[in-house]
């Protein structure tokens, strides 16, 4: 492996990483009718998935 | 028939698997096809289940429990049980008159969550106040009570519109120039129903 895959490796786990834990974060608001599970989906969920695209994107261009 | 949770939670499954199959053997990203499946796993996906999360959260948003989750609103959920069918919105909640799941959204269409993007920031901000801030020690309505929101359900229905007073001022009631609740009041009488008696919601 070159060092250029093993970085885009790297960045890709990273990235998958950011945005499944987002994503767990909001399937599990989604259980709650409260407003504190909307604080949840809006400021931990969907920041860690936008931070895993943008990694993502990252990884890509970079590549 | 699974729920709208169960599929969002499916569709989130889907995706990790997805990206835990490319993250882990980054191979097939320079093979042919690699980049559009990374592409869909790591950016379209996560992107349409977010979009799809967020309008769940508005729709779950319409529900008296997500009102009544903010500390302020609690004596207004109290003031739909009391027992005292005098009481506008707790006469209305208890008489089915309006949907119990969505008591507040019915007669506030317009209000914070539920109005346009103006109001949903108020909305953001209220619940930015309610965990983070401090919230007015009285809460009241950004405008005037509209009665397009009685209308609504009443407008047209016989017992409203043969009732002689309303048909005295039916342009006024229309127009907003007489409030509904200049006669039909109170509504929320929510400083003085500390140890009133509380109806209860019998159990189906």
């Not at chain 1, 994503?23 to 895993?52: I, M, N, P, R, T």
């Not at chain 2, 004596?75 to 209305?92: I, M, N, P, V, W």
């Not at chain 2, 005295?168 to 140890?195: F, M």
Request: aromatic share 10%; charged share 20%.
């Amino acid at each position: 492996m070159t060092e250029q895959e093993f970085q885009l490796a790297r960045r890709l786990r990273i990235a998958g990483g950011l945005i499944s834990v987002g994503l767990v974060v909001e399937a599990a608001s989604l259980y709650a009718l409260k407003a504190l599970s909307f604080l949840a989906f809006a400021g931990v969920g969907a920041v860690l998935v936008a931070l895993g695209v943008g990694v993502f994107l990252y990884s890509v261009a970079a590549d | 028939m699974p729920t709208v949770e169960q599929a969002f939670s499916l569709l989130v499954l889907v995706i990790i698997v997805l990206i835990a199959a490319i993250a882990r053997r980054h191979g097939p990203f320079h093979a042919r096809g690699g980049r559009a499946l990374a592409f869909a796993a790591f950016f379209l996906l996560p992107i349409f289940a977010t979009v799809s999360g967020l309008a769940v959260h508005v729709e779950h948003s319409k529900s008296t429990d997500f009102c009544l989750s903010c500390h302020i609103m609690e004596k207004y959920g109290t003031s739909l049980h009391l027992d005292d069918q005098g009481h506008l919105a707790a006469a209305h909640f208890q008489n089915g008159r309006i949907d119990r799941d969505h008591a507040c959204f019915t007669c506030h269409t317009t209000y914070t969550m539920f109005g346009d993007y103006k109001a949903k920031l108020k909305g953001l901000k209220h619940i930015y106040v309610n965990y983070l801030g401090q919230a007015p020690a009285k809460i009241k309505l950004y405008e005037p009570f509209q009665n397009r929101e009685c209308l609504h359900c009443h407008g047209g229905a016989r017992s409203f519109e043969t009732q002689s007073d309303h048909q005295d001022i039916r342009g006024e009631l229309t127009s907003n120039k007489t409030s509904c609740l200049d006669c039909h009041s109170p509504v929320h009488d929510v400083d003085h129903q500390n140890g009133a008696k509380l109806w209860q919601e019998p159990k189906p």
